[in-house]
């Protein structure tokens, strides 16, 4: 299921505690494709508290608490790290992170917590939504296998790559124009893992945000930039993103496009794909300023500039999942739609 899928279940998921209708979900996916991040941001949303739990690294006894006497009679207590009302508010998401890499024992104690919502004597508060992720076999991580009677206690869904949600994430997110139009120009490169080698770096969600942080770091450092760029996306995608970036002095005046100049669109595609990604950026920047539909206006003018209309139609539609439905109040967009008409597709 692509991202922007599942952040709707799971957003519904974690309200229908209100009514009594939650059931834990348990997302699968390879390494570095956010699913922890795309809970995390669920919490965010609904400013929740959000307890991640490690079951790889828990023993039996971390989650079933420890037993101490009370008169004639043995009591457990309760970890602290389990969500508590008072300590913690009534509502949150409770997240169970690595379960497939628990050890049999410790999945076994986690059967009554997630489908009961009880521990012995605990019990998860009511506002209290349960999720959880793993790898799967195949993605060559340290996992077992789900036991039936602890998968039977899950809805469960696949993470899978989607280009378009990345690129709408990763702008809202303020990643460098630059690594969205190389990943845009390369999109076979956006999840890039291959199990049978099982390498150290490689081209994922996670390290692309990555990249960037290497990229403000080492972009004048032009000695280390390849090298940053190879330790967090491999060393092939590391010396294709380094030479990408290096071949954008080439990139044709964007203030200029801006102001509502004539410019030519550059002939090779890879600066189509950089301009584009330019102009996006540019155009989430100047939303909420006096000049917004300024540069809006001229962004669209420059969509009909592209020799293939589909390049246009790619930054319109990356500029529509950015800064909204404004973009429809606009003229210049009634001027392009209907020269595009024979192109432009609706998602």
Known sequence: MRPAHLSTILDTEFVSTRTGHHTPVMIWGPPGVGKSQMIAQVAAKHDV????????????????????????MVEWATPAMLPDAKRHGPEGILFLDEITSAPPSVSAAAYQLILDRKLGAYEVPEGWAIFAAGNRQGDRGVTYTMPAPLANRFSHFEFETNLDDWVMWAYKNGVDDRIIAFVRFRPELLFEFD??????????????????????????????RLGAMQACVGPAAGIE?????????????????????????PKEIDLQYAVAASLVGRAIRAKDSDEAA???????????????????????SDMHRAIGQDIFSLPQFAQWSNAVADVMLYA
């Not at 991640?52 to 420890?66: A, K, T, Y």
């Not at 150290?200 to 403000?216: D, I, N």
């Open 195 to 224: 199990p049978a080698h099982n390498p150290v770096a490689f081209p994922s969600p996670r390290s692309w945000e990555f990249a960037h942080r290497a990229l403000q770091k080492f972009e004048n450092n032009h000695e280390l």
């Open 49 to 72: 508290p959000l307890i991640d739990i490690r079951l790889s690294q828990m023993e039996p006894s971390d989650l079933r608490g420890i037993p101490f006497r009370n008169g004639e």
């Open 294 to 316: 300024t540069v809006h206006g001229h962004i669209l003018d420059y969509a009909s500039v592209f020799p293939q209309k589909e390049m246009g139609v790619m930054l319109v």
């Open 241 to 265: 993103l380094n030479a990408f970036i290096t071949n954008l002095d080439q990139l044709p005046d964007i203030d200029a496009i801006l102001r509502g100049e004539k410019v030519a669109a």
